[in-house]
């Protein structure tokens, strides 16, 4: 063995490191600000989805069950589907729901339709005033229903539309927010492509249904959810525009459950699962669109 084998110092063992805790940019969180912040994320979510959790436990629960029990009891004892039969009895709900359906229906396309039309028109074609017709679908923006009411009452009672569902459409057939949502998403989109189009001899419609409208699904699926919640949560208009009780919305007869002097807490948590199942439904079925937003334009190979 030689001299210097003998005189070589033992190795250290390597230490192991603690994994770094990183966030989506590669900068290193402490502990403790990730237990904050999923401390708040779980008071937020508690905050929304508690209310409707706890609504969906009250409408499983029978009528031998206290829901003012103290503590109160989260989980239903004896689980029924009761309540949602005493729904139907009690009001026409189905028919209810279809007219709301119809209503939300035809609010989304026409947002739809309209709000890629205008968007389109205002974000890529050349014309004068485009500016102003812009500033003026922001300035409709701060306008609040509540002050043109009146006026859009009148309007349909010229028009002959009073206690029909195509009265309750029009006043939300297209929306600001949604023609600008629209607007930004062209906006967005790499003006070489269009370019491209156009020296292929592609006119204005050929771009807007060919290259600009497939590039914009997931602002086209949030104008459809805007569109169809409006028009499915909406109360106070179909409420003054409608007084045939066959033509009501489901909002207006869900308002029927409450009784005069005494509600069943039980019945009016069934029928407000009711109105947000469509909703849920809506939501699952374009969420992969959705999150996608207004930044989707981009080029794709």
Same mark, same amino acid.
């Given at each position: 063995?030689? %001299?210097?084998? !003998?005189t070589r ?20 969180? #402490? ?8 401390? =708040?994320?779980?008071?937020? @979510? ?14 499983? !629960?029978?009528p031998t ?21 005493? $729904? ?13 359906? !119809? ?10 339709? /309209?709000?890629?039309?205008? /968007? ?9 005033? #485009? ?15 509540? /002050? ?8 349909? #009672?010229? @028009?002959?539309?009073?206690?029909? @569902? ?16 629209? #607007? ?24 807007? =249904? ?5 590039s914009v !699904? ?11 919640? +409006? ?10 525009? @409608? ?15 409450? +009784? ?7 019945? $009016? ?6 109105? %947000? ?21 981009? %080029?794709?190979?």
């Amino acid at each position: 063995m030689s %001299v210097l084998e !003998k005189t070589r110092a033992p190795e250290k063992p390597a230490v192991a490191r603690e994994p770094r805790v990183t966030d989506e940019h590669g900068r290193r969180v #402490r502990v403790g600000e990730l237990v904050l912040r999923y401390v =708040l994320l779980l008071a937020v @979510l508690a905050l929304t989805i508690g209310p409707f959790l706890w609504q969906l436990s009250t409408s499983l !629960k029978g009528p031998t069950e206290d829901i003012y029990s103290s503590p109160p009891t989260f989980l239903p004892g004896d689980p029924t589907l009761h309540n949602y039969a005493r $729904v139907a009895d009690t009001i026409p709900v189905w028919d209810y729901a279809l007219n709301s359906l !119809k209503v939300a229906t035809a609010n989304v396309v026409t947002n739809c339709v /309209g709000s890629a039309l205008a /968007g389109y028109a205002l974000a890529r074609l050349r014309y004068r005033g #485009r500016r102003v017709a812009t500033l003026a679908f922001i300035l409709a923006m701060l306008v609040p229903v509540e /002050g043109i009411i009146i006026a859009q009452f009148t309007t349909m #009672r010229e @028009l002959g539309l009073n206690n029909t @569902l195509i009265g309750v459409v029009l006043p939300g057939c297209i929306g600001a927010m949604n023609v600008l949502l629209m #607007r930004n998403a062209f906006l967005n989109l790499p003006y070489e492509i269009e370019e491209a189009a156009f020296v292929d001899g592609a006119n204005a419609w050929q771009r807007f =249904l060919r290259i600009a409208l497939p590039s914009v !699904k997931g602002t086209l699926a949030v104008v459809a959810i805007f569109a169809f919640m +409006g028009a499915w949560d909406d109360f106070l208009w179909p409420l003054i525009v @409608l007084s045939d009780p066959s033509k009501f919305t489901l909002t207006i007869g869900l308002n029927y459950l409450h +009784g005069t002097f005494a509600n069943d807490e039980r019945l $009016v948590a069934a029928g407000t699962i009711i109105a %947000v199942a469509p909703l849920i439904a809506l939501f699952a079925c374009l969420q992969r669109y959705f999150f996608r937003g207004v930044g989707e334009g981009a %080029v794709k190979g």
